[in-house]
């Protein structure tokens, strides 16, 4: 009779664009499955962020960052409105993009339908983008330039993409949006080592919020973690899932596999619960209504302790990508 409540229950959320579904993301591989977004977990390994239906984290901004978000990257202006559209009608409340992916006009068209449609109003949706190496000579115009193209007021996250000429300068340029109420919360990605966030923070007279890195099964990079904790700065994970070409043995990992079949999920599922219970924010990618849906299931159940450990266990320090 639950399962049976459960799915009838699925199927009216989804009719109605308030509740998540089940498929993959990041490219190739996964399973689909019927899950919906039931209670809130109360048992397992407690929780130090706060968790509801969906799930946030306090920045040391000050502002609310949920811990599960769109990714956008290899999307186009087309896509990305959909993508974007059918996201926040399954309860996504961040979206993440960049200039450098050419697709900010067409997550604002995404958001500026889901507003028009009262399903989300700009205030509960935050957006990140990022200032593209070729536009570091001249941040300023460029978070005018993605303000524009997004069709809003102010970003509620931007990032220097990756490390590269004239970062001070960024970074300052970013600080002075954040005082002109441009900016709510600033950062940095693919910045991996302690030496180059100790760099950043140098000459920061704001205190990174988010450091948004490739950050996956085998790449947990807990000491960069444990280093920037004391700042109050939250890792990100671009590629939670691995990324495009190695989601599957992500997917197939037999530890991944068994977790998720011992609590009826996927094992994407079971990859993202692992992250925001690690104290990470995950931004899976994809343009697939039914892998959009499936990300966000996740609030409903929780991994115990030593589930954790042995996902801990898989880190190898291997990352896929070089930037």
Not at 147 to 153: P, S
Not at 207 to 220: G, L, R, S, W
Not at 233 to 241: G, K, R
Request: hydrophobic share 40%; charged share 20%.
């Amino acid at each position: 009779m639950k399962k049976v409540m459960a799915v009838l229950l699925s199927a009216i959320m989804l009719l109605f664009g308030t509740a998540c579904g089940t498929g993959t993301s990041e490219g190739k591989g996964g399973e689909t499955g019927n899950t919906a977004v039931l209670k809130e977990s109360k048992e397992a390994l407690p929780l130090t962020l706060k968790e509801s239906s969906a799930m946030s984290v306090k920045l040391n901004s000050g502002y609310e960052m949920p811990v599960i978000g769109l990714g956008t990257w290899t999307q186009n202006n087309m896509t990305a409105a959909e993508s974007v559209y059918v996201a926040l009608k399954n309860g996504y409340r961040l979206i993440d993009t960049a200039q450098y992916y050419g697709n900010e006009k067409g997550v604002g068209e995404g958001l500026k339908r889901a507003i028009a449609e009262k399903i989300v109003t700009r205030k509960d949706v935050f957006i990140t983008s990022k200032i593209m190496p070729g536009n570091y000579d001249n941040a300023a115009a460029a978070i005018e330039d993605s303000l524009r193209d997004l069709g809003i007021d102010y970003l509620d996250l931007m990032l220097i993409h990756q490390p590269g000429a004239n970062d001070k300068a960024v970074y300052q340029a970013m600080e002075q949006a954040v005082k002109n109420g441009k900016v709510h919360s600033i950062g940095i990605s693919n910045y991996y080592t302690r030496k180059q966030v100790e760099e950043v923070l140098s000459y920061a007279t704001i205190v990174p919020a988010v450091i948004q890195n490739e950050n996956h099964i085998y790449y947990q990079n807990t000491e960069l973690q444990d280093f920037v904790k004391p700042y109050g700065i939250v890792i990100e994970s671009w590629y939670p899932f691995g990324g495009r070409g190695h989601t599957k043995e992500n997917f197939e990992n037999e530890t991944i596999a068994a977790i998720a079949h011992a609590h009826g999920r996927t094992p994407a599922q079971i990859i993202l619960r692992w992250q925001i219970q690690a104290g990470y924010v995950a931004v899976p990618g994809s343009a697939n209504p039914n892998h959009i849906a499936e990300n966000i299931a996740v609030f409903d159940f929780s991994l115990s302790g030593e589930e954790m450990n042995r996902i801990a266990k898989l880190n190898k320090h291997q990352r896929y990508e070089n930037w």
